[in-house]
């Protein structure tokens, strides 16, 4: 199945941009974010916020409007609780809709064609026995990212903290780091071949995240998975940026109203993250919900989303 994402300013503004250092970025946006979203009450200014990261005014100013392109006080109006009611306010129709009106909504991402298809159960079943996957860590918009490929398409992008731990050289091993990512991923298919070649998945990261024609290209993802689990991530698909849906929401679209719990369940296996929007379900109550990324990843992304710029 194929469908079109149109142009956004991603491109426009150069939101991402390897010159920029993405995953630097996102960890200053990240630390503002936090910052800003537990001391709303205060409502503190734009000094406090650029002493908190470290940064001057100008500097902190000019930081966050190149990667979210609106000033922090707007950024953080789209992290609250009503704009989140506000997104599921067609919740019940959002799915219906894309039907109707096909795939390529405005705004989705850029203008990227992107296919996808599902692997046999079997190879789901045999942990990827025979299937060999090859792997890259890239910058990204949200920080560090994992991408993983086969010979038919891209199969899981994650997402890592990139820190360095204390004492030694290298990326640490914790549950944000770049090793756990990659065990993460590996632990979904244990019998497939995995191989490093950040060559190899750098055109399909530039084709999510870059900007002008060169980043610009097909992308086929790949769905490995039990037929349930495909099922809840082709839904996902047709959740429009702006939007948001709910587990319940997505069991009834499927036909099953009483498999919510199981449609959070595979929404949380999702190995192709951003790409496949499960950071667009949202609780009935507007609240976040689970990511299996970090719930701090997902509200930055949906603030990032919900900026004007890239919704039109």
């Not at 300013?9 to 910052?35: C, F, M, Q, S, T």
């Not at 190899?200 to 084709?207: F, G, L, R, Y």
Request: charged share 20%; with cysteine; hydrophobic share 40%.
């Amino acid at each position: 199945m194929m469908l079109h994402m149109n142009p956004s300013k991603l491109e426009a503004h150069g939101a991402y941009d390897d010159a920029h250092n993405g995953a630097r970025d996102y960890a200053l946006v990240a630390r503002a974010v936090a910052y800003l979203t537990e001391n709303a009450r205060e409502q503190p200014g734009l000094d406090d916020v650029a002493a908190h990261v470290g940064l001057s005014r100008y500097h902190f100013q000019r930081l966050f409007t190149r990667w979210a392109g609106i000033s922090p006080k707007a950024f953080v109006q789209a992290l609250t609780l009503e704009h989140a009611r506000y997104m599921l306010r067609d919740s019940a129709s959002v799915l219906d809709a894309a039907y109707e009106v096909g795939l390529s909504g405005p705004g989705r991402l850029h203008d990227l064609f992107v296919t996808f298809e599902a692997m046999s159960p079997g190879a789901y079943k045999s942990g990827g026995a025979g299937l060999e996957m090859t792997y890259g860590f890239h910058d990204s918009p949200f920080g560090m990212c994992l991408a993983i490929v086969t010979k038919r398409g891209l199969a899981g992008l994650a997402f890592a903290d990139e820190h360095e731990a204390p004492g030694q050289d290298g990326p640490c091993i914790c549950p944000q780091g770049r090793l756990a990512a990659l065990a993460d991923m590996k632990g979904r298919w244990p019998n497939a071949r995995f191989f490093e070649d950040p060559g190899a998945t750098s055109p399909h990261v530039q084709a999510i995240f870059g900007r002008g024609d060169a980043g610009r290209r097909d992308l086929n993802i790949v769905f490995i998975g039990t037929d349930f689990d495909i099922s809840v991530w082709r839904t996902l698909m047709k959740i429009p940026q702006g939007a948001a849906t709910t587990y319940s929401d997505i069991a009834r679209h499927l036909g099953n109203p009483k498999a919510a719990r199981a449609v959070g369940s595979a929404v949380g296996r999702n190995p192709i993250s951003f790409l496949v929007p499960c950071h667009r379900v949202l609780r009935k109550s507007g609240h976040l919900g689970g990511y299996h990324w970090g719930l701090a990843r997902k509200q930055v992304i949906i603030g990032w989303e919900a900026a004007p710029f890239r919704t039109g």
